[in-house]
Structures are given as structure tokens and as C-alpha cells.
């Protein structure tokens, strides 16, 4: 499967990811004509003169290995303007405060990341005032019932971590319009690679870089994607002057270089994810398996219409205790137990067992099931994989 985006109709989405072609290097003026975007530690940068601001003065506020990589992402996204953080939360952080006053107004799915549920309950509600309308978002009637004039953030997670539960982006942009309200999209689990949400009307796209776009989970950061000039002005102030939140100039290389493999690596978590699922979904101390590619699951239209793929991640319900669950996970040798997600090696996570306390939510967002596994398929071979989980089960 290859993804186009209809905004970059020059170049083909894998071309795009590899950065060949006219749009792909920004070279340093006067400097040499890098295939690779160099890495750029310099904090500050020589004045041509008092008259005359160069384009890369100070690197807080402009790093020419930045300015590759937040071009490139921009790109691949199929938007104008994109910014690089420091974390996915900054990413999101930063996008909530330039978007939204205090007490301002939001209406956030119920489905987030429990960092993203942290930051909107006790950041943003409680330090700021804001009122949040958690809902569940897989309804876009519910969006409706909550979105009014006064509302200036509609935020949903598609698919979601750690349920994989889905929102019909169009249809909440649609809402979203009627109310002026910004529409932000966490398309993180999806990747740039099987989801394009300013197709298909948010406006704010945000990714945790950490996860598939580095790839390699040796990275932290986030990148935030438009197509708003004032929205991208507004991000920007915040990014660089007002909130000092920007990406590492070796990071940015580090993402830059995962990017280039992104296609490859997608198409075979996406084909290793839907083995996985498929294999649990026969097992018979698995309950429910939560994939977005399965026929079972609840939402497969959708995701077979918004998405082109079903990218890597999925989470399944196991027909045991705690301590039989906690068997089968010291029982794995190829899945590694761990938070994050993304890379190209296997994870597994129970939250329920590794991050108790962000499992135990307030009763505004969804319940995450005591029971509930979390799996990024990495891209070893699949066969391995089946046989790491029936080794491992009991
Ligand atoms: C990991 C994650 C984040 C947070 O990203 P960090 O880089 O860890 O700050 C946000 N959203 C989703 C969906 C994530 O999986």
C-alpha cells in the first residue's frame, strides 16, 4: 500500500520520507551542497550585518538541522508548517496554550493518552481555569452535543492509546467549523505514513516523534503540523520565545534520519500487527483483541476509510488473572516489557501492572480494563513473534 497525500502531488509519499528531489535539502547558503542534513550544534549564528537578520541567528529560535526536519515533516504530512518539540507532550502543551485562553473551553475525547488526560485535567483545568468536556468521541453526535460558540479546542487521539479506539475525523471537523472552534488530531499511533488528518479537515496535527517517526527509540520529541499561519505564528512564539520548548539540534537529526526508513518500517509493523492480531484473536486465553484491521473490530470501517493503513499497535483483553498475565509476560523473550511504542522492536505494556496510577483514572475518560495488554509490534520476524506469544501463553 503507498500513501499520497493530495497536497505534495510532485512527489510520491516514500520519495518524500527519503527527502530526494528538489524539495528535499535545504542546503546552508554559501555552505556545501549536503545530501544529509548536517548537524548544526552552533547556538548562535554570525550577523551579516546590523541591518541585515540572516534567516539563522540564534538557535532557540532558528537551527538550520531543525528547520530541515520540521520542513520535512511538514511535508510528509501534506501541511505548510511544521515545529518540533522537545517531547509529544510539549508538542501538545504548547499547541493547547497557543490555542487556548485561560478559561477557555475544550472538548477532548475521553480515549487519550493518560500524559495528554494529566495535562488537561490538572494543568489545564486546574492551573488555568480551562473548562474540559471529556466525551466519548467515537460518536461525533457527542462532539455535537458539547461543542458551542464559546469552545476553542475540539482534541481527539485516532486511534487512541491504549483502547484503539477510533474518531471520524471529518465529521468532527465539520463540527468543529461550525463553532470556530481548532481541531487538533493526535495521529501518533497512525503515523504520517497511514493517516492524514489535514485531508481530511483537522487543523492541528500533532505526533509524538518519539514513537514511529524516530522509530528507533533512541529520541524524545514531538512535532505539531498546520496549515494556519496564525495558528503556526501563534505555535512558533510559543515554541521558541515565550515557552524556550524546541528539539535538540541532534535529535532533530536522529528523526530526520529515522524518517527516511518510515514507509518501510510502517508497511511491516502494519503486515506483522495484523499477523499478531489475527494469531491472539484465535487464542484461547485472549478475550477481546482490540485492531484496527480486524473485521471484529467495532470501528474496521472506518479505519479502512480514514486510514490506509493500520499501523503497528494494538491491545487485547487476556482471560486470566494479574498474576497469570504477569506469567506470561516474564514468559516473553522477544517482546520486551516496557512503556513507549513505536520502534522497531516489540513492546508489550500492562498498564494495569506497569503504570497503575495512570490506569487509575478519574471517572471523566475511559476505563482502561484491568486485564487489557498493549502490544507495538516491531518488524522481526513474524514468525518469531507467533512463536514468542505461544510459548508464552499459557
Ligand atoms: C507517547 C505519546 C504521547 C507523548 O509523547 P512523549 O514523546 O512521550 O512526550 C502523546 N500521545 C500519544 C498517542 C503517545 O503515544
Same mark, same amino acid.
Given at each position: 500500500m503507498t500513501r499520497d497525500t493530495?497536497?505534495?502531488?510532485?512527489?510520491?509519499f516514500r520519495t518524500l520520507a527519503v527527502g530526494s528531489?528538489?524539495?528535499?535539502i535545504r542546503p546552508v547558503e554559501g555552505g556545501p551542497d549536503d545530501v544529509i542534513p548536517p548537524l548544526h550544534l552552533s547556538t548562535t549564528f554570525e550577523w551579516a550585518g546590523s541591518d541585515e537578520i540572516t534567516e539563522h541567528a540564534y538557535s532557540r529560535e532558528s537551527n538550520p538541522t531543525r528547520v530541515a526536519l520540521e520542513d520535512q515533516i511538514a511535508r510528509l504530512e501534506g501541511g505548510e508548517h511544521g515545529l518540533v518539540f522537545a517531547s509529544g507532550m510539549a508538542a501538545i502543551s504548547t499547541t493547547m496554550l497557543s490555542l487556548v485562553p485561560p478559561g477557555g473551553h475544550i472538548v477532548s475525547s475521553d480515549s487519550v493518552y493518560s500524559g495528554t488526560e494529566k495535562l488537561l485535567t490538572?494543568? %489545564?483545568? +486546574? !492551573?488555568?481555569g480551562i473548562d474540559i468536556d471529556f466525551i466519548?468521541?467515537?460518536?461525533p453526535e457527542n462532539v455535537a452535543a458539547v461543542?458551542?460558540?464559546?469552545?476553542d479546542l475540539i482534541w481527539v487521539e485516532?486511534?487512541?492509546?491504549?483502547?484503539i479506539r477510533l474518531c471520524d475525523v471529518r465529521s468532527i471537523a465539520d463540527i468543529a467549523q461550525d463553532h470556530n472552534a481548532a481541531f487538533g488530531v493526535d495521529s501518533t499511533f497512525a503515523s504520517p505514513y497511514f493517516q492524514a488528518p489535514l485531508d481530511l479537515g483537522a487543523d492541528v496535527v500533532v505526533h509524538s516523534?518519539?514513537?514511529? %517517526?524516530? +522509530? !528507533?527509540?533512541d529520541s524524545t520529541g514531538g512535532a505539531v503540523i498546520t496549515d494556519d499561519d496564525a495558528a503556526f505564528e501563534n505555535l512558533a512564539f510559543s515554541q521558541?520565545?515565550?515557552?524556550?520548548?524546541m528539539l535538540a539540534p541532534f535529535d532533530c537529526y536522529l528523526v530526520a534520519r529515522g524518517i527516511k526508513t518510515l514507509p518501510t518500517r510502517m508497511e511491516d509493523h502494519e503486515k506483522n500487527a495484523m499477523a499478531v492480531a489475527r494469531f491472539l484473536e484465535d487464542h484461547?486465553?485472549?478475550d477481546r483483541v482490540h485492531y484496527?484491521?480486524?473485521?471484529?473490530?467495532?470501528q474496521h470501517d472506518l479505519a479502512a476509510e480514514q486510514m490506509s493503513g493500520y499501523s503497528g499497535m494494538l491491545s487485547f483483553e487476556f482471560d486470566g488473572t494479574l498474576a497469570e498475565i504477569e506469567a506470561f509476560v516474564e514468559g516473553l523473550d522477544i517482546f520486551t516489557p516496557g512503556a513507549s511504542l513505536g520502534g522497531v522492536e516489540s513492546l508489550i505494556e500492562v498498564p494495569s501492572l506497569m503504570i497503575p496510577d495512570e490506569v487509575?483514572?478519574?471517572?471523566a475518560t475511559a476505563e482502561v480494563p484491568e486485564n487489557l495488554v498493549r502490544m507495538s509490534v516491531g518488524i522481526e520476524d513474524v514468525d518469531d513473534l507467533r512463536e514468542d506469544l505461544r510459548t508464552a501463553l499459557p
Open positions: 493530495n497536497r505534495s502531488p510532485e512527489h510520491r528531489g528538489p524539495n528535499g490538572e494543568i %489545564l483545568a +486546574g !492551573h488555568f466519548d468521541a467515537r460518536d461543542a458551542d460558540s464559546d469552545t485516532t486511534p487512541s492509546n491504549p483502547l516523534t518519539t514513537k514511529y %517517526l524516530n +522509530g !528507533h527509540s521558541q520565545t515565550g515557552l524556550g520548548n484461547d486465553w485472549v484496527p484491521g480486524l473485521e471484529s473490530h467495532p487509575d483514572h478519574g471517572p
